[in-house]
């Protein structure tokens, strides 16, 4: 922790049940980046009767962002075989993650419990024979929403 606040290079994604041959748990899901953990809270706008200076916006109901997981390539993954089996051939098997910050011990400071997810995109880093790079995989995920736990 860096003057009391966490840092975000040290975290861990868990998925449930979406492993059906083994444990229930992926394992091979280390990422070098997780974005999409946001709530949107839409409003409606409602004129104010008799009253035309005035409109209120009034909440409605809460949107969430798909989930992006970015990582470098594996040719030999369960999570790759999940997303695929979605993609290619349209076989869903939604699951629930745990998005995990960690402290210098390895011990959840805070984590994020995301429901009913499911791929939506998987895609792969351009091919480029100019650079050297490691080649970097995107994984979309749809989900209906996530708790804070702390």
């Not at 706008?45 to 909440?59: M, T, V, W």
Request: net charge negative; hydrophobic share 35%; charged share 25%.
């Amino acid at each position: 922790m860096a003057d009391g606040y966490p840092l975000g290079f040290y975290f861990r994604v868990v998925f449930d049940n979406a492993d059906k041959d083994g444990d229930g748990k992926i394992q091979d899901a280390s990422f070098q980046s997780v974005s999409g953990l946001s709530v949107d809270v839409q409003t409606e706008d409602i004129a104010e009767g008799g009253e035309n200076r005035f409109q209120h916006a009034l909440p409605v109901r809460k949107q969430y962002p798909n989930l992006v997981l970015k990582r470098g390539l594996t040719t030999n993954s369960k999570l790759t075989e999940w997303c695929r089996k979605a993609v290619e051939d349209f076989d869903f098997e939604p699951t629930d993650l745990l998005v995990e910050l960690l402290n210098e011990e390895g011990e959840p400071l805070m984590s994020w419990n995301v429901l009913h997810a499911y791929p939506v995109k998987w895609s792969v880093d351009d091919l480029n024979a100019q650079e050297s790079k490691i080649v970097i995989e995107s994984i979309e995920l749809s989900y209906n929403y996530f708790n804070v736990i702390k």
